[in-house]
T-cell receptor, first 111, second 114 residues
Framework: EDKVVQSPLSLVVHEGDTVTLNCSYE??????LLWYKQEKKAPTFLFML????IEKKSGRLSSILDKKELFSILNITATQTGDSAIYLC???????????FGAGTRLTVKP | NAGVTQTPKFRVLKTGQSMTLLCAQD?????MYWYRQDPGMGLRLIHY???????AKGEVPDGYNVSRLKKQNFLLGLESAAPSQTSVYFC?????????????FGPGTRLTVL
């Protein structure tokens, strides 16, 4: 059975801290791994990863995929209160690109 | 360009009632999806469609039906609502011609079944 497991489930840090969020997966017909940020409503796209070892960066956020060990990490440096959200990991499967989501990591950044 | 929209935003049903949730997208996307999100469980795929007139089951299809009569619309139906269907429902769409298979999400519908 396909599964996507995120850890930790919740995390509380202070502004300026660096956090690492984890996502491991066992999914047939792996196509890509995506990270989303969810604040109050709909998830918003952060990154898509398809190749091992290639880091994707956007400002203070970065992510990397290890297809051999079947995991990805999302790093956030110099956290800000606006980073408080649920971070979702999802794996897209071939051929029809249906996605399996993890339960999410709830990040709270305190001033 | 409104993206993905969902109707209604909120709804309260009694057990046994039926309703239809409407998802509409104006991006000419082929693929559309319905998810439900429950606390601590992330998003779970209910049904999806790879084009007009097609539908397929996802992880948790029981108790739901869908239809994709027009490319821009994807309807989710509950024939006889149950309290276990209390959830937040998200619709999403994607373009099959993009190398990046990012899905674009609607704002969600909060459904409570009493």
């Amino acid at each position: 059975e396909d599964k996507v497991v995120q850890s930790p489930l919740s995390l509380v840090v202070h502004e300026g801290d660096t956090v690492t969020l984890n996502c491991s997966y066992e999914v047939t017909n792996f196509r890509s791994l995506l990270w989303y940020k969810q604040e109050k409503k709909a998830p918003t796209f952060l990154f898509m990863l398809t190749s091992s070892g290639i880091e994707k960066k956007s400002g203070r956020l970065s992510s990397i995929l290890d297809k051999k060990e079947l995991f990805s990490i999302l790093n956030i440096t110099a956290t800000q209160t606006g980073d408080s959200a649920i971070y979702l990991c999802a794996v897209g499967r071939a051929p029809l690109y249906d996605m399996r989501f993890g339960a999410g990591t709830r990040l709270t950044v305190k001033p | 360009n409104a993206g993905v929209t969902q109707t209604p935003k909120f709804r309260v049903l009694k057990t046994g009632q039926s309703m239809t949730l409407l998802c509409a997208q104006d991006m000419n996307h082929e693929y559309m999806y319905w998810y439900r999100q429950d606390p601590g469980m992330g998003l779970r795929l209910i049904h999806y469609s790879v084009g007009e007139g097609t539908t397929a089951k996802g992880e948790v299809p029981d108790g739901y039906n869908v239809s994709r009569l027009k490319k821009q619309n994807f309807l989710l139906g509950l024939e006889s609502a149950a309290p276990s269907q209390t959830s937040v429902y998200f619709c999403a769409s994607r373009d099959d011609y993009r190398a990046n298979n990012e899905q674009f999400f609607g704002p969600g519908t909060r459904l409570t079944v009493l």
